[in-house]
C-alpha cells in the first residue's frame, strides 16, 4: 500500500522531530530544507515534490526571541505562512487535499476561564500576534478544495526542549541548586503531552478535519505544582513569596470540540513533566 507523502516545514524543530520519528514507519516526510522566507524555496518545494499533505510548523517561537526581534519572527512566522498558501494557491494541478498550520494558545488573551475556538483574538504575546496575522492570511485567501486545518497547539514540553521554555528551565534550576525561592506563580496553564499531540495531528489527519481546533488535554496545572512535582523528583526544595497573584494570566483549553471527533488523551501531567 503507497504510504502518503507528507510535506512537512520546520522538521528540525522539537515537534517537527517527534512527530516523524514516531510515525515514519507509517508515513513519507518530505522535508522542505530551503528559506521559509524565500518565496522561490518554497515555490519550488511545493512545484517540484507530489504532496498529498502538508504540515506547517516552521517558525520563530520562543516568546522572548520574537520579542528581541519582532520584525524577523514576522518575516519568517507570516510571511513564510504566506508563501506556502501562495504556493498552494498557484499550483493548482497539486493534489494536496489536507493542510495542517500549527497554531498556538497565545493567539488568545489570557482568562481565568477555559477558552474555546470562538474567544476573541487578544494575543498574549508578540508571539501570538504573529500567529493570529498568519491565521487570518490562511482563513482569507486558502482555495477552497484544500482543506486546512489550524491547531491551536496549548503548552506542551521535551527533554529537547531548549532552557528559555517552563519546565527544561526549572529542572536546569534544581540541577544546579539545592533549592530556589521564587516569586509566587499562582497561574495556570494546560500541557498535553507530546506524545498525545503528534498522535492528535494525525488523528486529525485521518478525521479530514476542517476547521480551527484547540488542542490541548483541557486540563488546568497551577505553575506553583509543576515547580513542586519538579523538586520532588530532584529531592529538592522550593520556596515561594506568596506576594504576588498571577491567577488572571492563565491559558486553560475547552477541547469540547476535539472530544466531539472522538480524540483522547493519555498521558498526564507527571509522565509529561518525566519526558
Same mark, same amino acid.
Given at each position: ?23 515514519k514507519k507509517k ?49 519568517? /512566522? =507570516?510571511? #513564510?505562512?504566506? *508563501? +506556502? ?8 494541478? !497539486?493534489? @494536496? %487535499? ?109 478525521? /479530514? =478535519?476542517? #476547521?480551527?481546533? *484547540? +488542542? ?8 506553583? !505544582?509543576? @515547580? %513542586? ?41 507527571h509522565k509529561i513533566?518525566?519526558?
Open positions: 500500500m503507497h504510504k502518503l507523502n507528507i510535506g512537512i516545514t520546520g522538521s528540525t524543530g522539537i515537534l517537527g522531530k517527534k512527530l516523524i520519528l514516531l510515525n508515513y513519507k516526510f518530505i522535508k522542505f530544507k530551503g528559506d521559509i522566507t524565500s518565496k522561490k524555496d518554497v515555490f519550488n518545494w511545493i512545484q517540484g515534490k507530489n504532496l498529498n499533505c502538508l504540515f506547517h510548523f516552521a517558525a520563530i517561537v520562543p516568546t522572548f526571541k520574537v520579542k528581541n526581534n519582532y520584525k524577523y519572527a514576522l518575516k519568517v /512566522n =507570516y510571511n #513564510g505562512t504566506k *508563501n +506556502i498558501v501562495d504556493a498552494l494557491n498557484n499550483f493548482k494541478q !497539486k493534489k @494536496i %487535499k489536507w493542510f495542517f498550520f500549527s497554531s498556538s494558545s497565545h493567539v488568545y488573551g489570557y482568562s481565568k476561564k477555559k477558552i474555546n475556538e470562538n474567544s476573541k483574538l487578544l494575543g498574549s504575546s508578540l508571539y501570538g500576534k504573529t500567529k493570529i496575522k498568519s491565521e487570518k492570511y490562511i482563513l482569507n485567501n486558502l482555495r477552497p478544495n484544500i482543506k486546512y486545518c489550524i491547531g491551536r497547539i496549548f503548552s506542551f514540553t521535551d527533554s529537547n526542549q531548549p532552557e528559555s521554555f517552563f519546565i527544561p528551565k526549572y529542572k536546569k534550576f534544581f540541577l544546579e541548586n539545592n533549592y530556589i525561592k521564587i516569586d509566587n506563580l499562582n497561574q495556570y496553564r494546560d500541557f498535553i503531552h507530546i506524545n498525545d499531540l503528534s498522535k492528535c495531528i494525525f488523528f486529525l489527519m485521518e478525521k /479530514n =478535519y476542517r #476547521g480551527v481546533i *484547540n +488542542i490541548a488535554s483541557g486540563k488546568k496545572i497551577r505553575l506553583n !505544582k509543576i @515547580i %513542586k512535582i519538579i523538586a520532588k523528583i530532584y529531592n529538592k526544595k522550593v520556596f515561594f513569596n506568596r506576594n504576588k497573584d498571577f491567577s488572571a494570566q492563565s491559558l486553560i483549553a475547552d477541547i469540547t470540540k476535539l472530544k466531539k471527533i472522538g480524540f483522547k488523551n493519555k498521558f498526564d501531567i513533566i518525566n519526558l
